[in-house]
């Protein structure tokens, strides 16, 4: 069964940065296209990133274009998301997903697997 645990999330100021790391345990890592999504408080889930499984292909929601940065080193089955420039308007619940193909989606149904998800909030 395919565990992803988050990791990162925090307290921040607008302008700070802050990485998150989703480890994959109970498969091989390589295997799966990883997302990441957000939801804000009174929102509905949204796409932010996404990764192939071989980490050559990657997409970002315009919102973060510019300022976040996702990776993926499947040596330590770990996927990140470098958050740079944050503003208060990405204070959220952030979820990382696991999907059994190489290829990602930016929709969350295709989506197999995902963590608990890591809290992040940006103050002004």
């Known amino acids: 069964q395919v565990q992803l645990v988050e990791a990162g999330g925090g307290l921040a100021q607008a302008g700070d940065s802050l990485r998150l790391s989703c480890v994959i345990s109970?498969?091989?890592?390589?295997?799966?296209?990883m997302g990441w999504f957000r939801r804000a408080p009174g929102k509905e889930r949204e796409y932010v990133a996404a990764i192939s499984g071989s980490g050559n292909t990657l997409d970002y929601a315009d919102s973060v274009k510019g300022r976040f940065t996702i990776s993926r080193d499947n040596a330590k089955n770990t996927v990140y998301l470098r958050m740079n420039s944050l503003k208060p308007e990405d204070t959220a619940v952030y979820y990382c997903?696991?999907?059994?193909?190489?290829?990602?989606?930016?929709?969350?149904?295709?989506?197999?697997?995902w963590g608990q998800g890591t809290q992040v909030t940006v103050s002004s």
């Open positions: 997903a696991a999907r059994r193909a190489p290829n990602y989606s930016i929709y969350s149904s295709p989506y197999n697997y």
């Open positions: 109970g498969g091989t890592s390589s295997t799966y296209a």
